[in-house]
């Protein structure tokens, strides 16, 4: 596709229940990161992908979080046992390569509100 | 201390006037750098790379401080059109995580 597309574009589920949020990078882009952004903050480094692999995974707040890119294109990002504090809006970005200087693109977001 | 810091703002400034916002980063080794635009209920976009000796884009001018550790925006003859939060960006590390800041918030008043 011509931009990074997040799916579902808004998800409502109830507290204890498992997720997934999906992310299509631009095609080619091997870099991947996931945000999270709260109403009034910058968005929150999560993980970021440099091909299939989890280069950086530290921003994930607790094991309930995971994320995945098996093919180094799609990304899925997953979460268990949902909590309300989860709520906010989950940020995709690619970029052609991780390094210096390269643009990230970013997906519309999927906002995920925990009931 | 964060790793990326913004003044949160809001910037409430006339059109035409003339604003600039600073940004602060802890990490000495950090590479690349980068002011982003994110307009409410939208994704972040790329408004300027940083460059260490500073760059202009029209009415933006974005300035580095690797001494000091602090980033700058300028925006010259402000238009209700920039109203949005500018979010600094900051890549470091051998696999270039990329960190934001809070985010400044910038509203343009006719």
């Known amino acids: ?115 | 201390r964060k790793e990326v810091e913004q003044d949160p703002g809001p910037f409430n400034v006339p059109e035409g006037a003339t604003v600039a916002f600073n940004c602060t980063y802890s990490n000495s080794a950090s590479q690349s750098f980068f002011w982003y635009r994110q307009d409410c209920r939208k994704e972040p976009k790329l408004l300027m790379s940083v460059y260490s000796s500073g760059n202009e884009d029209g009415r933006f001018t974005a300035q580095l401080n690797r001494a000091s550790q602090y980033i700058s925006l300028l925006i010259r003859d402000s238009k209700l059109s920039d109203s949005a939060t500018y979010l600094c960006v900051v890549k470091s590390g051998g696999y270039q995580k990329v960190t934001f800041g809070t985010g400044t918030k910038l509203q343009v008043i006719p």
């Open chain 1, 1 to 115: 596709g011509a931009g990074v597309s997040q799916t579902p574009s808004n998800k409502v589920t109830e507290k204890g229940k498992y997720v997934e949020l999906r992310c299509d990078p631009i095609s080619g882009h091997t870099a991947l990161y996931w945000y999270r952004q709260s109403l009034g903050q910058g968005p929150e480094f999560l993980i970021y992908f440099q091909g299939t692999g989890a280069a950086d995974d530290s921003g994930l707040p607790n094991d309930r979080f995971f994320a995945v890119r098996p093919e180094g294109s799609v990304s899925t990002l997953k979460i268990q046992r949902t909590e309300r504090g989860d709520s906010a809006v989950y940020l995709c970005a690619s970029s052609l390569r991780g390094g210096d200087g390269t643009e990230a693109f970013f997906g519309q977001g999927t906002r995920l509100t925990v009931v």
